[in-house]
């Protein structure tokens, strides 16, 4: 291997980068136009534009990457993870062009990229997986037959979705009838490629980051613990799992061994499971790739992954893991909001201050100055830090944090302050009781009283406890926080925003010239006339979009009567779902988008003719919303957010 082109972007290409450069071997990036000054491209020892305006046109054109590689004259590609890293077309397409290729081979891909595909391999190879009918079922009676015989709640998942997208929860019969009729009358036809599965509640989310080269070795790097999950997606993620027994660990690795050997696997590569509260293990799928995460392995086996992969690639032997040294915690710094259910949120990076110190590494593919567009993953880098165990690593986050500043856009920071400092996350013991809905249950929305979908809501951005405050009972409001000095000495106050609703840019340049981590104004997520006309939604029946984004599902047509906390439609923004729910009552009175159009902050999505209100009161379309970024407490246990 002499040249490899990374077929990706941003961090993920840093990261083959650095390694492919440590071993001597010639490194070639691509770009779109947004990218163009982008760390990587920088780093690389090439680059190449890739013209076009969308991702379809730019890292998603399989045929442009390919001639790309040739031109440059690269013999090896390295697909990074996200984008086409799991199309077997892709591989095929570089392997037939006399490229090396960085993954399993196209025919592995096609058997363990579909869920349906998966679990049958998992059946071949003797792994057991949760209870489903894994085919697509289009009868409405067999769909009713497996949850009365299995018991609610069960799972409608798509069978090539991913990063938490095509999962909705069903409760009961009802919320099953409804989303077959749904389906079937918006989407254009029957389920298509849906199946059901039963949930499992309360399971942790358990993998093991394995390696198998050509010439059958096998290797678990570690296992890792991925169940501080938004949206099916993963927050936090931390290796080795703790507090597993030694017998649920030789299951987890043994069904890894089997579902590798069964397909003829040649790589690195990732297989989920489900844990149960009594260490019952279930097959979830397997990532034929490298994920985000893999990070907290490298840290607790001591090896660099890359390097693994890309000389399994090269046709050598994998390196066999060490036993686990230490313990280490991966948090996903993204540009997501906690105020507001942590929607995904575009800007501008104005400052960053990333921790250092011991034990801490920053995986990070952004600058001061750079654009978080929602055209991509919301993530901006990876926090990674590891300590000689679990309760030591827990103390080094919360000092990182401290010393952790983003300004430009809203991030996790505080809700990570939370979850380590929670007594249930932080448990040194096996009473530590993490599930995959733990976060959502926790610090996220819950469900409305009244929902007939199947889906999660949060009506009015309320917390726990019938909406009233945090799980405490303490109301909350949004704060700006300053430091100032009293008597020379530094102090913080905290002053609400609501203060400064209203008064423009003259609030802005009474601040100074640094501004707080989460601004004021800017990204109009967290903007305070936001949360006003918020809660004017519900009188005026204009329901409207707070973020660009596609929609990717309508569940009401005109004339149907909805009540507050129904699912209204779904929209995609940085590669996440998000769910907009009724505000209130009413009838649907018109329905002005379509599935795969796109849509700007402060476009109407759908008009109620709402309950008790007049019909100019409904005629006003100047006030949002009723979108909240879907809090994934109904919906199963996946993730990866690609990037």
């Known amino acids: ?383 990674i830090i590891t300590a000689q165990n679990r309760l030591a690593a827990v103390a080094r986050v919360r000092r990182a944090l401290r010393e952790m500043s983003i300004e430009g856009v809203p991030t996790p920071a505080s809700l990570f302050q939370k979850i380590f400092t929670n007594p249930e996350f932080t448990a040194e013991d096996h009473s530590f009781d993490v599930s995959t809905k733990w976060l959502e249950r926790n610090y996220l929305n819950v469900e409305p009283k009244t929902t007939t979908t199947g889906q999660p809501a949060s009506v009015s951005g309320e917390g726990e406890n019938g909406g009233k405050g945090d799980q405490h009972g303490v109301k909350k409001h949004s704060v700006e926080t300053f430091t100032i000095e009293i008597d020379d000495k530094r102090v913080k106050l905290a002053v609400p925003e609501s203060m400064f609703a209203g008064l423009g840019s003259a609030a802005g340049s009474s601040r100074g010239a640094r501004r707080p981590a989460q601004p004021l104004r800017g990204h109009g997520l967290h903007d305070v006339s936001k949360q006003v006309q918020h809660a004017d939604a519900g009188r005026s029946g204009i329901i409207v979009a707070t973020m660009q984004a596609v929609v990717t599902r309508i569940n009401v047509a005109e004339g149907q009567q909805v009540e507050k906390g129904d699912l209204l439609v779904v929209l995609e923004s940085m590669k996440m779902e998000n769910y907009v729910y009724a505000p209130c009552g009413g009838t649907v009175r018109e329905v002005l988008i379509s599935v795969a159009d796109g849509v700007d902050p402060g476009e109407t999505l759908v008009k109620l003719s709402v309950e008790g209100s007049t019909q100019d009161a409904a005629q006003d379309d100047t006030v949002p919303d009723g979108t909240e970024s879907g809090d994934a407490a109904q919906r199963h246990h996946e993730q990866e957010a690609t990037s």
């Open 1 to 383: 291997m002499k040249k490899l082109l990374i077929a990706n972007r941003g961090e993920i290409a840093l990261r083959v980068v650095r390694t492919a450069q440590e071993m001597g071997i010639a490194t070639v990036a691509v770009y779109a136009e947004q990218d163009r000054n982008a760390p990587y491209t920088q780093m690389a020892d090439e680059a190449y534009l890739l013209p076009g305006d969308t991702n379809i046109q730019t890292y998603l054109n399989e045929d442009l990457i390919v001639d790309v590689a040739k031109r440059a004259g690269a013999d090896a590609l390295h697909p990074g993870y996200g984008f086409l890293s799991e199309f077997s077309s892709f591989a095929a397409k570089v392997i037939e062009a006399g490229i090396s290729w960085v993954g399993p081979a196209p025919g592995v891909l096609d058997e363990l990229g579909d869920k349906i595909t998966a679990c049958k391999v998992a059946g071949r190879a003797k792994v057991p997986v949760v209870p489903g009918i894994a085919e697509p079922v289009s009868d409405m009676r067999t769909l009713l037959d497996f949850a009365n015989a299995n018991g609610y709640p069960v799972m409608m998942k798509k069978a090539d979705g991913g990063g938490g997208r095509g999962i909705t929860l069903i409760r009961n019969d009802d919320e099953l009838r409804a989303f077959y009729m749904n389906h079937d009358a918006l989407q254009g036809g029957d389920l298509g490629d849906y199946f059901i599965e039963k949930f499992v509640d309360r399971a942790r989310h358990v993998e093991t980051q394995s390696g198998r080269d050509s010439h059958g070795n096998f290797t678990v790097y570690s296992t890792r613990d991925c169940s501080v999950q938004r949206r099916n997606q993963k927050l936090v993620e931390e290796a080795p799992a703790p507090f597993l027994p030694k017998d649920a660990i030789a299951q987890l690795e043994g069904f890894s061994h089997r579902l590798f050997d069964t397909v003829g696997y040649e790589g690195l590569g990732t297989c989920e499971f489900l844990v149960t509260p009594g260490n019952k293990v279930y097959f979830m799928e397997v990532n034929p790739r490298l994920q985000v995460e893999h990070t907290v392995s490298e840290e607790v086996c001591g090896l660099d992954l890359v390097r693994e992969q890309l000389n399994i690639a090269d046709g050598g032997e994998l390196t066999h893991a060490p036993a686990p040294r230490g313990h280490s915690f991966e948090l996903r710094i993204t540009s997501e909001d906690p105020a507001t259910n942590l929607t995904p949120s575009a800007g501008t990076l104005e400052a960053i201050q990333w921790p250092t110190g011991p034990g801490i590494r920053v995986d990070s593919g952004v600058e001061v100055g750079d654009t978080v567009s929602p055209k991509d993953d919301s993530m901006m880098g990876k926090v």
